[in-house]
Nanobody
Framework: QAQLVESGGGLVQAGGSLRLSCAAS????????MAWFRQAPGKEREFIAT????????SYADSVKGRFTISRDNAKNTVYLQMNSLKAEDTAVYYC???????????WGQGTQVTVSS
């Protein structure tokens, strides 16, 4: 069964950095577009970043552009989100997703909590 597992979340001070990982298993995700989303308490899930299957194309939400970097290692079936200059408003549960079809992603991880203290 296909599975995405996020890791790397935690508590960090404002201005700090974290790197999230999303490990895929159960099938090869090398040919899938993948993405990161986040959901803060009381808010809707928000798109953060996406990366093409080859890693050659990336796109970011304006709220994280210049601070976050999405990357992937297809040999390891893993996608990363490097988060720098973290702000309190980045506090959320972060999810990875794969295989968008008609705007909906077919695979989702369980999420990892990121808390930024101000």
């Amino acid at each position: 069964q296909a599975q995405l597992v996020e890791s790397g979340g935690g508590l960090v001070q404002a201005g700090g950095s974290l790197r999230l990982s999303c490990a895929a298993s159960g099938r090869t995700f090398s040919y899938y577009t993948m993405a990161w989303f986040r959901q803060a308490p009381g808010k809707e899930r928000e798109f953060i970043a996406t990366i093409s299957w080859s890693g050659g194309m990336t796109s970011y939400a304006d709220s994280v552009k210049g601070r976050f970097t999405i990357s992937r290692d297809n040999a390891k079936n893993t996608v990363y989100l490097q988060m720098n200059s973290l702000k309190a408003e980045d506090t959320a549960v972060y999810y990875c997703a794969a295989d968008p079809v008609a705007g909906r992603y077919n695979y989702w991880g369980q999420g990892t909590q990121v808390t930024v203290s101000s």
